[in-house]
């Protein structure tokens, strides 16, 4: 499933819309609205069936793009129990080890880095956190795409406060 049927494809087609973020203000360049989102909606109107996330998503897909609700299943989103929390505390130590090269907290952040992702203000929430609780050191890491290339170089006072930063971008 995608956000979009190929073009001229005539057979039974379900789409999946896994947000509605694209309508929202400095999300994506002005291009994007005249492309993009002319397509999405298209293929969710002509499409079988729609799949979303949450009952959040189906109401702004039907709101912004005009379809029944009766066409859009919510198919909720998740993970296997193997990607739950790791309370072994030795395994968590040995881990952190390996990685982060000492044993103390991280917080590492996977996904791609575009302004609708507010990543400047979680980082300054985790500054924040280091200032409300200076015997915490954290180790800050952020992997990802920025396709888009809206991510804002950080200011350097965020880099200080948290202690230091690594972005990989890929």
Known sequence: PSYMIPLGYRGRSVVAIHSMNEMQPGTNPWSYRLTYSQIYRWSGRHADAVI??????????HAIYGIPESRIAVAH???PDSFG??????????????????DRPYILFVGKLS???NIPMLLE???????????VHLDTTMAGTDFSNRFAPLPPSYVE??????VLRG
């Open 115 to 117: 302004q609708r992702r």
């Open 77 to 79: 989103q998740g993970a």
């Open 125 to 135: 929430a985790f500054a924040d956190l280091v200032e409300v609780f200076p015997r």
């Open 161 to 166: 406060r948290l202690g230091g930063l690594r």
């Open 52 to 61: 979303v996330p949450s009952e959040t998503t189906k109401r702004d897909v």
């Open 85 to 102: 929390p790791i309370a072994d505390e030795a395994v968590l130590r040995a881990t952190r080890k390996r990685y982060l090269g000492v």
